[in-house]
């Protein structure tokens, strides 16, 4: 089993930026996983915005390229997200996944909101 803490949501204004973190349980977990952040806004289907693999390989939604940074730090058992230049139509809660075939597992965190709003 593997728990994940999702935190640094909040209210920003146009152009700002954010930094989300998720911490998993076990480091065990987390080195082998893929880890991804994921969002949901209201009346929206949940949609996959960055992923990082085991490997440091990334993956982004198109609408993020070049604005926000996926990371990992595995001495900390830590994914990151970093957000810069939002937009208003980044507004959703923000959810971590960590994915591991090998494991069987898929875990989701609780969701953090992000609010794009002046």
């Known amino acids: 089993q593997v728990q994940l803490v999702e935190s640094g949501g909040g209210l920003v204004q146009p152009g700002g930026s954010l930094r989300l973190s998720c911490a998993a349980s076990?480091?065990?977990?987390?080195?082998?996983?893929?880890m991804g952040w994921y969002r949901q806004a209201p009346g929206k289907q949940r949609e996959l915005v960055a992923a990082?693999?085991?490997?440091?390989?990334?993956n982004y939604a198109d609408s993020v390229k070049g604005r926000f940074t996926i990371s990992r730090d595995n001495a900390k058992n830590t994914v990151y997200l970093q957000m810069n230049s939002l937009k208003p139509e980044d507004t959703a809660v923000y959810y971590c996944?960590?994915?591991?075939?090998?494991?069987?597992?898929?875990?989701w965190g609780q969701g953090t909101q992000v609010t794009v709003s002046s």
């Open positions: 990082i693999t085991s490997g440091d390989n990334t």
């Open positions: 076990s480091g065990r977990v987390f080195r082998i996983s893929t």
């Open positions: 996944n960590a994915n591991s075939p090998q494991l069987a597992i898929s875990r």
